[in-house]
Every structure is written in C-alpha cells, then in structure tokens.
C-alpha cells in the first residue's frame, strides 16, 4: 500500500506570495517528462487537486486550500481527482464520483472528510456511504446504483490512468497545467503548497505570452 506523502519537518521559508522566478524545479516542484493532456478549454490553465478522503493531510490542507481556489483568477479551471491506489481509496473515489453523479458532490466533499476524520467512520462500505447520502436528498438505493454504475468505475480507472501519468506516489498533490506536480515535502509544507501552486501558475502564463 503506498503510503501518504509526509510533510516535510522544514519549511521553505515562504511568506507571501512567490514569484515564478523564485521556484525551483526539484527543490519547489517536480516537472513531468510527458505532460499530462489536460481537460479544459486550450485558453484555461488547469490545476488537478489530487487527494483521498481517509488522508489526514488532505483534510487538513481543506481549509487552506478552499480558501485559495476562491481566489483564483477567471484563466484558471480547478479539477478535483480522487486518488487510486486500490482498497479504500477506490472506494472513497468511486464515492466521489458516485456523488457527482447524482448531483452531490458539492454539499457533501467537506462533509465526507469530516465523517471520517472528525467522527470516525471509515465510509468505506457501500450500505455506510449510500447511508450517508441519503442526508443529501436522494435515496440509499439510488445511492448504491450509482456506486456500482459503469460511469462510476469508468471515472475510477481514468483516474487510476491520469495518476499514474502524473507520477503520483502519494497526496495531497497539485499538478499544474499536466506538467508541474507540488506536493507538500516539495513545496515544504501543506501551507506553502498553495504559494507554489500560484508561482507556477504565473509561470505558464508568461510561458504562454511569449
């Protein structure tokens, strides 16, 4: 089983926003070989968030993270990926996208975290998680139609696919543009993750401009 990424005991020494010239790959961030065909519009910049719901990382990182994706500029599309890596964590995507599925996801994702973290259920068998969305408005028998559905274990194996591309050993991790993977033992913390995101961000844009 692989294990999440630990977050790094030293910090980067970031305040405040970074500029692009100021990250380093392979001291900030990673830089695929092959980059990942993203899935927006040629004129957006694509941010992945790759995360797992039973990662005590990801969760803390939540509130951080939240908080800088409603600060994005209009240039950048935001895409949420489950992670894969077999046994539970299949089992949290395929209630991810079960949820998008029947139009959820969006009031339960925090809630979801919170469940497992905070009140200790592991949400990992489907009578719990149908029991679970039917909090939400729909019915625990629809809720299980969509955890067995064929589009659900279709978006399961995409995102097995695109995790193996971006080269993902661990989460939480931001990959930008299909190309520069931060993860918090890169940025130096879950905190600063954000800040490197944003210089890399900045980065494609001039890229792009030139």
């Not at 194996?157 to 050993?169: D, I, K, T, W, Y």
């Not at 890169?186 to 844009?205: F, H, Y």
Request: charged letters at 25%; one cysteine or more; proline letters at 3%.
């Amino acid at each position: 089983m692989f294990k999440t990424l630990m977050v790094a005991v030293a910090g980067l020494g970031l305040s405040g926003l970074v500029a692009a010239q100021q990250v380093v790959e392979g001291q900030h961030y990673e830089a695929l070989d092959e980059a990942v065909e993203t899935r927006v519009d040629a004129d957006m910049i694509e941010v992945t968030e790759v995360f797992w719901y039973g990662c005590p990382h990801c969760n803390r990182l939540q509130p951080t993270l939240n908080a800088w994706l409603e600060e994005l500029d209009d240039d950048v599309a935001v895409i949420h990926m489950p992670a894969t890596m077999g046994g539970d964590w299949n089992k949290h995507a395929a209630a991810y996208y079960a949820a998008e599925e029947l139009g959820i996801r969006e009031d339960l994702h925090a809630d979801f975290f919170a469940a497992i973290h905070d009140q200790g259920r592991a949400l990992t068998d489907d009578d719990d998680i149908a029991d679970f969305f039917s909090d939400y408005g729909v019915s625990e028998d629809e809720a299980r139609q969509a955890l067995g559905s064929f589009g659900v274990r279709s978006q399961v194996n995409q995102a097995h696919s695109r995790m193996r591309a971006m080269q993902l050993m661990g989460v939480p991790a931001l990959v930008i543009d299909g190309r520069y993977v931060v993860s918090p033992s890169s940025a130096g913390s879950l905190e600063n993750m954000p800040q490197v995101a944003d210089a890399l961000i900045d980065m494609v844009r001039e890229e792009r401009s030139q």
